[in-house]
């Protein structure tokens, strides 16, 4: 429900703090006090057209902020959570407008667009007014109210769930003849391209295998290459010139040769021969790696081959090595429904034709059910007209079949309130035949009727009693106090007999100070109710006799 109104520099009103209850709320005062003023700033929190003739003349911005408290499971929660707001107790829609005209909006204090603005006040509050109404006069919400009306939402739910089931089996049938389509369309393509990469057969992991390999081979032949230099320094290939072992046994033999006493050069042959015997088996060990651990060259060829060859497919295909096998297993899939896909379409026609079915049974019972409550209704309201002054009117719940490509979640029917307030008129669009007090008070009668299914918590009714008095005025009254029993309702008034049924009233009063006229808004308490009821029935003088028929009025509420 509507908890709060914040309004700063909004025209007339200056700063005004209001606080609302639950049940029925009226708001008097004399013509031109500001009312409507009230009405459209909270249009405006509530995300209604901003204009720069709304800030207060000298100031550089006006602002609303509408604080409301919605029940637990309120669809206005729901949508939070679609927009990854965290849901509170209590929901602020404010919105600040520029003396320029540009306006932002703002939902518990984040930055918001005005369109979810707009979106989450159509869940909170309904305005019913003689020249603008919303809610009610959207046909969009007729079906859902009279589903609500007559019970019938196990009945909308079961259609909505076999709707999606014919839609989701009317996709899968439609892609599985896409992929035929497709399919066909590149057969040659496919089928060339299938047995190319099956007879590469790429491996998950097989470049990173390959590619290690291959590095590990090209080091080895690295290695391969520097033993064979280390041992061509020992073994140079031309045989005249010699190695180090020839060098060293040379030496000896000279050395030799020395004549005695040649002690000293017998150590120095020793040492020679010591050297010769470590270059011998250095030859050896050279050798020896030389052969264990040389690269087979053929091993490195094919290496090279297989990774130049998937590397190749790829570039071909457009894809990285890594995603050959995952193409490989999708060519053959698509080529798999061509070759099946005939049965495979079979079956989800089949599919298909059973899930319509489905939702024609669950559609047609709930069509059946809509016209069954729609009778219902029309007599329920019928009851309420005559009371309101309509006597002549009648109101018709039309369920009519939709064309096929008009069917949805919400049924097969389209359904729609319509209004004739003459005899022997055609019913039209509740906007379009109906006066604006007409419609104000038709609003009413329908919402008396089906305020148990309105997923609204708060109503606001705008002069519903326009050009009715009397009998007439009392009998509003009395559906506004019933409609209240269930919803917040808040109505401006200029009937007595309309405000002494409020649980709450406020008067809206215009202040003169200086040169500046100030719009002000004042709870009132018993006296101060009997007071203003006692000057809407005798207008400027109040007389004892008006202050009589006020207390007459306000006991009849049992206030």
Known sequence: MLASLAIRDVVLIERLDLSFGSGLTVLTGETGAGKSILLDSLGLACGLRAEAGMVRVGQAQCSVAAGFIPPEGHPALAILAEQGMEPEDSLVLRRVVQADGRSRA?????????????????????????????????????????????????????????????????????????????????????????????????????????????????????????????????????????????????????????????????????????????????????????????????????LEDRLFGLRAAARKHGVAVVELPALLTSLKDRLGALDAGTGKVALLEQAAGTARRGYLAAGE????????????????????????????ARLVVEVAAREETGWAADGMDRVAFLVSTNPGQTPGQLQKIASGGELSRLMLALKVVLSRGSPVPTLVFDEVDAGIGGATAAAVGERLERVAERLQVLVVTHSPQVAARGAQ???????????????????????????????????????????????????????
């Open 106 to 302: 703002f939902v518990n204090g984040q930055p918001v667009s005005v369109g979810l603005l707009r979106r989450l006040a159509a869940t909170l509050v309904e305005v019913q007014g003689q020249h603008d109404q919303v809610g009610l006069a959207d046909p969009a919400t007729h079906a859902g109210l009279l589903d609500a009306f007559g019970g019938l939402e196990p009945r909308r739910t079961a259609t909505a769930t076999t709707f999606r089931a014919w839609r989701e089996a009317e996709r899968a049938l439609a892609a599985a003849r896409e992929a035929i389509a497709a399919a066909r369309r590149d057969e040659e393509f496919l089928r060339h391209a299938v047995e190319e990469l099956s007879a590469l057969s790429p491996e998950e992991g097989e470049e990173e295998e390959l590619s290690k390999e291959r590095q590990r081979l090209q080091q080895g032949e690295r290695r391969g290459e520097s033993i064979a230099n280390a041992l061509g320094e020992l073994q140079p290939r031309d045989r005249r010139r010699g190695g180090p072992g020839d060098a060293m046994r040379s030496a000896a033999r000279a050395l030799e040769r020395l004549p005695p006493p040649n002690e000293e050069a017998q150590a120095i042959v020793a040492l020679l021969g010591t050297a010769q015997d470590a270059v011998a088996e250095a030859e050896t060990l050279l050798q020896r790696l030389l052969q264990e651990d040389g690269p087979d060259p053929r091993r490195l060829e094919q």
């Open 365 to 392: 019972a709930l069509t059946t059910a809509r016209r069954e409550a729609a009778g219902r209704l029309e007599k329920a309201l019928a009851k309420e007209l005559a009371p309101l002054k309509l006597d002549r």
């Open 505 to 559: 009233q406020l008067r809206v009063a215009k202040q003169v100070k200086g040169d500046r006229a100030t719009t002000v808004v004042e709870p009132l308490g018993k006296r101060e109710r009997r007071e203003e009821i006692a000057r809407m029935l005798a207008g400027e003088t109040v007389t004892d006799a008006a202050r009589a028929a006020a207390d007459s009025l306000l006991t009849g509420s049992l206030l």
